[in-house]
């Protein structure tokens, strides 16, 4: 089945800078990548999602990238904010991308020093 | 925007006794709900996937008897855990996957089950 991996665990910058993070999936049928935010005690909330016949998707100052060939997908926060500060998933669905099974890699916990 | 109503928020139950969680979508017809598992520190498992009107499909290692999901309607899908124990403790999560300009998944507010 398919398997996703999401790297770092944890990221910790300076508020101002960048982040960034990546993920792998195994099934090269997946066709749609969300990134969600999950705070303490809440459930996930979409920030980004892209679809395989999309190389790039950019809002404000979060941005995801993928990468077919090499199926792997990324989130990049640019001048990250404390209220960034937040456990970050990465996802990945085949099919409709509203039906099939959405798999999520690990988390990383994101650290936003003032 | 899609909006899925998750309840209870919080639930303390007695081993033994059997606990009722609720998704409602409430602005979309979710034509198909997902119900999560997730550990303190842990990303979400994948428990099972339901259809309205159709029996659950169960992920490899889920009893299907011990976690009863029923998704009668297009608004709403249940989850019961039945015969809790302390191990069953988590935080439970639904999501709704919605049509047309709902395309994609719209997660509950999670509920945190302690069993004592």
Redesign the interface.
């Known amino acids: 089945g398919e398997n996703v991996e999401q790297h770092p665990s944890t990221l910790s910058v300076q508020e101002g800078d960048s982040a960034v993070i990546k993920c792998t999936y195994s099934d090269s049928a997946s066709n749609?990548f969300?990134w969600?935010k999950q705070e303490l005690?809440?459930?996930?909330?979409?920030i980004i999602?892209i679809r395989s016949n999309v190389g790039e998707k950019k809002d404000q100052r979060i941005a995801v990238t993928l990468n077919k060939t090499a199926k792997h997908f990324s989130l990049h926060i640019t001048e990250t904010q404390p209220e960034h500060s937040a456990v970050y998933?990465c996802a990945a669905s085949r099919g409709s991308?509203?039906?099939g099974?959405?798999?999520?890699?690990?988390?990383t916990t994101l650290q936003v020093k003032p | 925007g899609a909006v899925v109503s998750q309840h209870p928020s919080r639930v303390i139950c007695k081993s033994g006794t059997s606990v009722k969680i609720e998704c409602r979508s409430l602005d979309f017809q979710a034509t198909t709900m997902f119900w999560y598992r997730q550990f303190p520190k842990q990303s979400l498992m994948l428990m099972a996937t339901s259809n309205e009107g159709s029996k659950a499909t169960y992920e490899q290692g889920v009893e299907k008897d011990k976690f009863l999901i029923n998704h009668a309607s297009l608004t709403l899908s249940t989850l019961t855990v039945t015969s809790a124990h302390p191990e069953d403790s988590s935080f439970y999560i639904c999501s709704a996957g919605g049509t047309g300009r709902n395309y994609g998944y719209t997660f509950g507010s999670g509920t945190r089950l302690t069993v004592v």
């Open positions: 749609y969300p969600y005690g809440k459930g996930p909330q979409l999602d998933f991308g509203n039906t099974k959405l798999i999520f890699g690990q988390g």
